[in-house]
């Protein structure tokens, strides 16, 4: 397993924007998907959004196509989610996972790593 360190997040107002990181620490991403995660207080798991590492297709939950975008930067080793528009409803704890091992991008039970999460709090 690998790793993940997030970064980013904390308060934003709504409509704005905010960006976050995921790292591998001390080496690449395990596995060819990089998904992030968000869980909100009293709701499960949810997937927002992914990237295929060795294509850089990227994967996008319906209600965040358009205001999120997910992309990689190999010179830093990073995934990275940025963030617009954003509404109170996304107010959630958002989670890095990587070490793909399933079928399904979308389900967090398909990957075999994660980060430890960081709070995104968007007030209306």
């Known amino acids: 397993q690998v790793q993940l360190v997030e970064s980013g997040g904390g308060l934003v107002q709504a409509g704005g924007s905010t960006r976050l990181s995921c790292a591998a620490s001390?080496?690449?991403?395990?596995?060819?998907?990089v998904g992030w995660f968000r869980q909100a207080p009293g709701k499960d798991r949810e997937f927002v959004a992914a990237i295929r590492l060795s294509t850089s297709t990227t994967f996008s939950a319906d209600s965040v196509k358009g205001r999120f975008t997910i992309s990689r930067d190999n010179a830093k080793n990073t995934v990275a989610l940025q963030m617009n528009s954003l509404k109170p409803e996304d107010t959630a704890v958002y989670s890095c996972?990587?070490?793909?091992?399933?079928?399904?991008?979308?389900?967090?039970?398909?990957?075999?790593?994660w980060g430890q999460g960081t709070q995104v709090t968007v007030s209306s």
């Open positions: 001390g080496r690449t991403f395990s596995g060819d998907v």
């Open positions: 996972a990587a070490d793909f091992r399933g079928t399904f991008i979308a389900r967090w039970v398909s990957y075999g790593s």
